[in-house]
């Protein structure tokens, strides 16, 4: 699909003005919730004062003030601005930008070149742009809702700054909503209990919490609304999470190191945060799963039957009532001890593998199924550990020629303290059996 012949008019105001558009603010300095970049101190906030403004690509979610930052900054350096849409655009509109920017750059002028979605450009297109943003024929601002490590270049990515920008906190929001207010020369309909609920409903982006003001503004009460007659009024947002991209690896990261750090309540919410936002609740079981073996393990053998009976409780029942078997099954895994040490006896045993190579195991506990192998000493020597004293025979199972290793070190929490007595049990043992103790 072709862009517009003018792309600015993208950005350009429509009559009736939305009231977002009628509050985009005229200066760097009046963007609320990105301080950590536009202050003084703040990266960009030295460019602008410096009068130097580099490639960089603005990450951060919908409703943040991406593009009006994009805009202000050329505003504000003298840079011509010429915004694209990657949903829009292709090569040709590209190339009659560069053109553009290179006569500009002939005459002295520069030129600020705003690539709205820029993850959504393939990489051939990312490509494009590198000589133009190498030479300076254009600088380059690229907005994206996407993580720049998985969807920009590497090439690309090397050549820009990048920054975060935050969704809008409380106090940015509250100050959307007092701007509103002051243009509109009237306060919202709504009491306190439901201005603090139309914030949250906003979810920080600051956008769609002015176009909810516009509607509320519009309506005619009265009296103010409370937070039940705010939600029949305006339509309830879902909340923002993206299954296949940033968001979703977040919130199972946050559900997991939760799980880890035993807090039961920050790992329901975390859990309910991913089912409201439409999460499979099958991609939940199999992290519950992995939780139990790598953080809790031995500590309590029952967390992965409990993982793998949620997991099949949910097959069985399907949504919504079989989550609340992974909810139960969050509970128990946060609520359990915790050891990584079986999942850390299996990374050390997996490096010495790597390490000592292709060892035969000892031929005391190989098996002798041909005479050749019985002559040549297979099964000498081994001991049947029932026919020992203790049905324990103390003899060694690793390869010949390295020293014994120990892997498996519990932890004394939960089983892993009786697992301990039985580890110092067979130690004991061995040591009196073979005249020798266990070597670390």
């Known amino acids: 699909m072709s862009a517009p012949e003018n792309q600015s008019e993208m950005f350009a105001g429509q009559a009736p003005r939305p009231l977002a558009d009628r509050l985009r603010p005229e200066a760097v300095g009046d963007v609320v919730g990105q301080g950590h970049l536009l202050g003084p101190e703040g990266p960009i906030g030295r460019m602008v004062s410096n009068g130097r403004l580099a490639s960089m690509i603005l990450w951060g979610p919908p409703g943040c003030g991406k593009t009006t930052i994009a805009r202000l900054l050329a505003l504000e350096t003298e840079f011509t601005f010429e915004p694209l849409s990657a949903v829009f655009s292709g090569v040709a509109d590209l190339r009659k930008v560069f053109e553009r920017a290179g006569a500009r750059r002939a005459g002295g002028q520069g030129t600020l070149l ?59 929001l509250e100050e959307l909503l007092a701007r509103a207010e002051a243009l509109e020369g009237k306060v919202l309909p709504v009491n306190v209990e439901a201005r603090q609920a139309l914030k949250a409903m906003a979810d920080g982006d600051g956008r769609y919490l002015l176009n909810l003001a516009e509607e509320l503004f519009a309506l005619r009460l009265d009296d103010a609304l409370d937070t039940a007659r705010l939600i029949e009024t305006v339509q309830k947002r879902a909340p923002l999470y993206d299954k296949s991209q940033e968001g979703h690896y977040n919130l ?34 199999r992290r519950l799963a992995r939780a139990a073996i790598e953080d809790i393990g031995l500590a309590d053998p029952q967390a992965l039957p409990q993982a793998l009976a949620a997991w099949e409780a949910y097959e069985r029942i399907g949504s919504p009532e079989g989550e609340l078997a992974l909810a139960q099954c969050v509970v128990y895994l946060a609520s359990a001890p915790k050891s990584n040490a079986s999942y850390k006896a299996f990374g ?12 035969a195991p000892p031929k005391h506990i190989l098996n002798a199924p041909t005479g050749l192998m019985k002559d040549l000493g297979y099964g000498d020597g081994y001991a049947y550990d029932h026919d020992a004293e203790d049905g324990f025979s103390g003899q060694d199972y ?40 266990e070597d670390s």
């Open 114 to 172: 705003f690539i709205d979605e820029i993850h959504r450009f393939n990489r051939a297109q990312q490509d494009g742009f590198l000589p133009f943003v190498e030479d300076g024929t254009v600088t380059l601002i690229g907005a994206t809702t996407e993580n720049p490590s998985f969807e920009i270049n590497a090439a690309l990515l090397s050549r820009c700054q990048v920054f975060v920008l935050n969704r809008l906190d409380e106090a940015a």
């Open 252 to 285: 199972i990261s946050a559900l997991h190191k939760s799980l880890r750090g035993s807090d039961v309540d920050a790992a329901l919410y975390w859990l309910a945060r991913m089912l409201a936002g439409g999460e499979d609740p099958r991609f939940v079981a």
């Open 348 to 359: 050390s045993a997996m490096r010495m593998a790597g390490d000592t190579g292709s060892l």
């Open 398 to 437: 690793f390869p010949e020629g390295i020293e014994r290793a120990q892997f498996y070190k519990p932890v004394e929490r939960g089983f892993e303290r009786e697992i301990t007595k039985r580890l110092d049990y067979w130690t004991k043992l061995r040591a009196e059996r073979t005249g020798s103790g």
